[in-house]
């Protein structure tokens, strides 16, 4: 492995990516919910379908502080902030980027304010298709959340549009992406779930060939502003990671204190050790970030399935371009959490991007 990793890193570029990752240090994460509380209800969100939200009120201040406390002396250094909705809770966003890095995820209806948070933080703003879709879907018919949030994440540097592409709709990515790349953000894709069973243009079933096709374009159309790599893409709609195909048994992130999760741990497979998905209460955690008994077959959660490739580095090291798909997948997660340089860092999404497309023939069914 080392002789392999010694070889492959000869190459300026992926040494230069490494060199960064490994400076950066080890990443000791959790995912939290901020608030139980959600001024919106998007259509087959998983947190309402699956009742997270019922149980498990809110933590009160005193609970709150005491909680990042532990949390620091356990050894936490990086917080995914979830919910309910995040922006409700600045205050608590603020004592939270004051002691960690950390990155949010909010539906972008109220901005979250620049003061007091400038540092340790990077904002993904939920949109799902284009205004009309997200209005009917996220907006119950009602709210113009798209337009709104474009408004208040206008050229943020703590911004990037977190896009759930749904099956039916992959023909109004590449407008809405050029919308946002105009307001001056980057984008990551994120695959619709359909844990209502919708059916339809929503459901997963269909597959997401289309999207990933769409996906495929707006890398083409705007190499420097898109996150989301042609790898990464195909795995999270796929569910194929060489000889694993995606499900409870080879997932990577989910709460090691949790009872619920002590057999998962005793199978061989890789997993995060530190990891634990926290309730609203912040006493309590359930058995992931996004379900409780969830079919994971339905999850399509972009971090969760970044966390399964970078966790099996081992699997990428049979050549070079197998490599470079693990060291950019792993480069792409620091980089959209600011883990490592930012500003430097996004210099080399095309390039990233570039090779990435050079080792295309070689896909999962390939190599699986
Ligand atoms: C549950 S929300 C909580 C944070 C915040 N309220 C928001 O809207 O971003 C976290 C993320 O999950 C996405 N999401 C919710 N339900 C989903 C589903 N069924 N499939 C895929 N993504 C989903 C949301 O769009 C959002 O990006």
């Known amino acids: 492995m080392a002789a392999k990793l010694k070889e492959y890193l000869k190459d300026p570029f992926l040494n230069d990516l490494y060199r960064q990752i490994r400076a950066a240090g080890t990443i000791r994460s959790i995912s939290m919910d901020i608030t139980h509380v959600c001024n919106i209800r998007c259509a087959g969100c998983y947190y309402f379908s699956d009742h997270m939200d019922e149980g498990h009120p809110t933590a009160d201040e005193a609970t709150f502080d005491a909680f990042l406390d532990a949390e620091a002396r356990r050894g936490t250094n990086f917080i995914t902030i979830v919910g309910g909705e995040p922006s409700l809770k600045p205050d608590r966003l603020r004592k939270i980027t004051r002691r960690f890095k950390a990155s949010v995820s909010t539906n972008g209806l109220k901005k979250i304010p620049m003061e007091g948070l400038e540092e340790n933080l990077s904002i993904g703003v939920s949109v799902w298709g284009n205004a009309q879709t997200d209005r009917r879907l996220r907006g119950s018919g009602k709210v113009d959340i798209f337009p709104r949030a474009l408004k208040n994440y206008r050229n943020d540097p703590r911004a990037f549009w977190y896009y759930t592409a749904l099956p039916g709709y992959a023909e109004q990515i590449e407008d809405v992406v050029a919308q946002c790349v105009d307001n001056g953000n980057y984008v990551l894709f994120n695959f619709y779930g359909d844990v209502a069973r919708f059916g339809d243009k929503m459901d997963h079933r269909r597959g997401f060939e289309k999207v990933r096709a769409a996906i495929e374009r707006v890398i083409e159309r705007f190499p420097e502003r898109i996150f989301m790599t042609r790898y990464v893409s195909e795995v999270v709609s796929t569910g194929r990671l060489y000889d694993q195909e995606w499900s409870y048994d080879v997932c990577t992130s989910f ?18 050790p530190h990891f634990r998905a926290y309730n609203a209460d912040l006493t309590t955690t359930r058995r992931c970030c996004t379900g409780i008994d969830r079919d994971c077959a339905s999850c399509f959660d972009v971090w969760q399935h970044f966390s399964w490739i970078i966790l099996n580095m081992r699997k990428h090291l049979g050549s070079k371009a197998e ?18 340089d930012f500003e430097s860092g996004v210099r080399h999404i095309p390039e990233i991007h570039r090779r990435l497309k050079e080792a295309e023939p070689l896909t999962m069914a390939a190599v699986g």
């Open 255 to 272: 709460s090691t204190d949790n009872p619920v999760n002590f057999e998962r741990m005793k199978n061989g497979n890789p997993y995060s």
């Open 323 to 340: 490599f470079t798909r693990w060291l950019t997948t792993m480069y792409m997660f620091y980089l959209i959490n600011r883990l490592v």
